[in-house]
T-cell receptor, first 116, second 110 residues
Framework: DAGVTQSPTHLIKTRGQQVTLRCSPK?????VSWYQQALGQGPQFIFQ???????QRGNFPDRFSGHQFPNYSSELNVNALLLGDSALYLC???????????????FGSGTRLTVV | AQRVTQPEKLLSVFKGAPVELKCNYS??????LFWYVQYSRQRLQLLLR??SRESIKGFTADLNKGETSFHLKKPFAQEEDSAMYYC????????????FGTGTRLQVFP
């Protein structure tokens, strides 16, 4: 089991561009959450997807959007990139209703986004 | 707003010394609390959670509601404990997200 897989591992974008990050959850998991981790900070919750719908959202602007596919994989899209969007983006998968109470999330290795 | 505070960015100890990584939270109710660890070149992983009252790799953490703390302790540090440690909480009415602290880097010297 490869666990949570994220792609790409690194990318560099120019300010104003758009980016799409991808995540495949751990086998058996149906819920995907996205976190942003700026340098020197802890991860911050962006949003969570379950049954192909956004279930909850953190304090992030509408420039951040996502999608979940029928196979539970997910994408994170960021439009009109700002320099401050440079961060490590983490995907975490879980099984609905059992995640935090029993097992916690399974995190991916992240995508390092640099905006120049 | 709910917040998790880890006051130390870096904690350095020698092998065999006791370790305490501090975590304080701001929430008046009964949160669920976790410690996550990230070893060098590895992904973030769950170390322990307060509801299970486990001891993982010799680490323990006790929830102190009076002091709103969840400090991580180990009596004798090992070199392989060197890593980044994050304290996190989730709210009882909202288990869909974790609120993380800024992390503490633990360095254990031989």
């Amino acid at each position: 089991d490869a666990g949570v897989t994220q792609s790409p591992t690194h990318l560099i974008k120019t300010r104003g561009q758009q980016v799409t990050l991808r995540c495949s959850p751990k086998s058996g998991h149906d819920t995907v959450s996205w976190y942003q981790q700026a340098l020197g900070q802890g991860p911050q919750f962006i949003f969570q997807y379950y049954e192909e719908e956004e279930r909850q959202r953190g304090n992030f602007p509408d420039r951040f959007s996502g999608h979940q596919f029928p196979n539970y994989s997910s994408e994170l899209n960021v439009n009109a990139l700002l320099l401050g969007d440079s961060a490590l983006y983490l995907c975490a998968s879980s099984l609905r209703d059992s995640a935090l109470k029993n097992y916690g999330y399974t995190f991916g290795s992240g995508t390092r986004l640099t905006v120049v | 707003a709910q917040r998790v505070t880890q006051p130390e960015k870096l904690l350095s100890v020698f092998k065999g010394a006791p370790v305490e990584l501090k975590c304080n939270y701001s929430y008046s109710g009964s949160p669920e609390l976790f410690w996550y660890v990230q070893y060098s070149r590895q992904r973030l992983q769950l170390l322990l959670r307060h509801i299970s009252r486990e001891s993982i790799k010799g680490f323990t953490a006790d929830l102190n509601k009076g002091e709103t703390s969840f400090h991580l302790k180990k009596p004798f540090a090992q070199e392989e404990d060197s890593a980044m440690y994050y304290c996190a909480l989730s709210l009882p009415y909202n288990t869909d997200k974790l609120i993380f602290g800024t992390g503490t880097r633990l360095q254990v010297f031989p």
